[in-house]
């Protein structure tokens, strides 16, 4: 997480969606070492990037 963000500065919706990612991270982690969760980072990534936007305006 970026961090000038607190859990406070993302809506609802996005703590869910953050939240939901991070689990399916977990799962695929359990999966080996070799499994790639790149994609989800990215997906948190934009949520994060979307609520640092909001949070200068």
Known sequence: MADDLKFSDFTG?????????VARMAKRG???D??????LQ???E???????RRKKK
Do not use: N
Not at 46 to 52: H, M, T
């Open 13 to 21: 919706g996005e703590r869910v969606r953050i939240a939901v990612l």
């Open 30 to 32: 359990a999966g080996g």
């Open 34 to 39: 070799g499994v790639d969760i790149s994609d």
């Open 42 to 44: 990215r997906r948190v």
């Open 46 to 52: 934009r949520i994060e990037r979307q609520a640092a």
